[in-house]
Nanobody, 126 residues
Framework: VQLQASGGGLVQPGGSLRLSCAAS????????IGWFRQAPGKEREGVSC????????YYTDSVKGRSTISRDNAKNTVYLQMNSLKPEDAAVYYC????????????????????WGQGTQVTVSS
């Protein structure tokens, strides 16, 4: 069971990135998928989540209005489109998945979430 996060990179402030979280060996259809990030010296925080049941979404306040999470079940992939990136968005971004609802997943500890991707680095700098 693996989640593969990709799409990070170096972008200038104001730029955009689309992060992808793809699964192999199992379907994401029935799982809530969350994106988390961790910057150096800071705790990991929940950024966004999309539910499996009705596709409802969650965004932390700092990215609300600038980010869109979506899922393509045919490609077994979840995306996080991030626009108007700021230097404070720089972090390693991780995707995670579990059968729990987004409201629980986004605040759960790492140990409480079943599946994690390996992380993708996002750097925002001019």
């Amino acid at each position: 069971v693996q989640l593969q996060a990709s799409g990070g990179g170096l972008v200038q402030p104001g730029g955009s990135l689309r992060l992808s979280c793809a699964a192999s060996e199992f379907t994401l259809d029935y799982l809530a998928i969350g994106w988390f990030r961790q910057a150096p010296g800071k705790e990991r925080e929940g950024v966004s989540c999309i539910s499996s049941s009705d596709g409802s979404t969650y965004y932390t306040d700092s990215v609300k209005g600038r980010s869109t999470i979506s899922r393509d079940n045919a490609k077994n992939t979840v995306y996080l489109q991030m626009n108007s990136l700021k230097p404070e968005d720089a972090a390693v971004y991780y995707c995670a998945a579990d059968l729990i609802e987004c409201a629980t997943l986004i605040t759960a500890t790492m140990e409480a979430i079943g599946y994690w991707g390996q992380g993708t680095q996002v750097t925002v700098s001019s």
